[in-house]
């Protein structure tokens, strides 16, 4: 098993929080996903931590612009591969960080066969490698894995309520598959496995027009445009800012406490309707745009929150950037990208 890197500090850190190892002296990583919205964040966090950092992905949803500022860094390197081929890495690997997915609804609805292989064939290269190489390996799953659910807010012990055979399947079921293997790699193998399950994460490298409610919303109000609220606009959401999610995928992927392998919600449970949502947006962006219904797309869940107990008392983590600070952000970075 790997060494680990220092918890990042936090004043909600609990003494109790299990301690990490020293970290070896140069960490190697491997973050499949690497040119998407999260892996880049990460890569980014992974190289100001000291990493060396192999990043992989396909291209088909995520940019290089992502880590475009990273050209020429010595401790980078970029190979264009479908993670659903073998993986091979020369050398150590310390840690196998799984991020490959199609993400938002217009990109599965539209791929829905490579979302299911990337969260089986993808899912079970990565751990493959973890396992050649002795890595800890953190698999991201999601919040969607518990459908359209009956128990709110979410907690890990629920199983859900899932469509395996709608529209929205490939991507549930992906998900719902890849965290099965991760834990059988887990029992058979003794691979060092963690797994997350991450709800609505925005910030700035998402795509505009990957048609999820922040950069939706966000550019419709920048354009000037009327904001599209599906249904009546009572189904709700919890955002986190991009920087608080990884703070807390990070304290998992480090965290040493016997129960480290179950699943642990990360998300930020204040809850908002649409239409709260969307007079959030206004608000933050000066604009005047009115709001627009159209009709709530199939499977598309009612209520979303996390319970994120587990994650005060396992990791010591809990969101720290308000929705009013990560907007201003989010929108500084979509600004000058908005065509009008």
């Not at 010595?74 to 479908?82: C, G």
């Not at 029992?187 to 950069?215: C, K, S, W």
């Not at 959030?280 to 319970?307: F, M, N, W, Y």
């Not at 396992?314 to 201003?328: F, I, K, M, Q, Y």
Request: with cysteine; net charge neutral.
């Amino acid at each position: 098993m790997p060494t680990a890197l220092t918890t990042p500090p936090s004043p909600s850190t609990p003494a109790s929080t299990p301690a990490s190892t020293p970290p070896p002296a140069t960490p190697v990583s491997v973050v499949t996903g690497a040119a998407g919205f999260l892996g880049s964040h990460l890569v980014d966090l992974l190289l100001a931590r000291g990493h060396r950092v192999i990043g992989y992905d396909n291209l088909v949803t995520g940019s290089t612009d992502n880590f475009a500022h990273l050209a020429g860094h010595d401790r980078f390197r970029f190979i264009r591969q479908d993670v659903t081929e073998h993986l091979y890495v020369a050398g150590t690997v310390d840690y196998v960080w799984h991020f490959a997915s199609p993400a938002s609804p217009i990109d599965y609805l539209e791929l829905p066969i490579q979302t299911l292989k990337v969260g089986s064939l993808g899912t079970l290269h990565a751990l493959g490698l973890a396992k050649v190489k002795g890595a800890r390996f953190l698999l991201t799953s999601t919040s969607e894995i518990y459908g359209d659910p009956h128990i709110h807010p979410q907690p890990e012990s629920y199983w859900g309520n899932v469509n395996t055979v709608g529209p929205r399947g490939c991507y549930d079921e992906s998900k719902r598959f890849a965290e099965a293997l991760t834990m059988a790699y887990f029992r058979e193998h003794q691979v060092a496995t963690r797994i997350v399950r991450i709800f609505n994460t925005y910030g700035p490298r998402m795509r505009l027009n990957d048609g999820r409610v922040v950069p939706a919303f966000l550019g419709q109000a920048l354009r000037g445009e009327p904001l599209t609220i599906f249904g009546d606009g009572r189904q709700t959401r919890s955002f986190c800012y991009v920087s608080d999610l990884l703070d807390g995928i990070v304290r998992l992927m480090l965290c040493d406490a016997p129960d480290a392998h179950l699943p642990v919600n990360i998300g930020n449970p204040h809850e908002l309707t649409m239409i709260e949502f969307a007079r959030e947006i206004l608000q933050a962006t000066g604009s005047s745009a009115t709001l627009v219904h159209r009709p709530l797309p199939q499977d598309d869940p009612k209520q979303r929150q996390p319970d994120i107990q587990r994650a005060r008392a396992l990791l010591g983590w809990e969101p720290r950037v308000s929705l009013a600070d990560g907007l201003r952000q989010t929108i500084a970075y979509f600004q000058p990208r908005v065509s009008r």
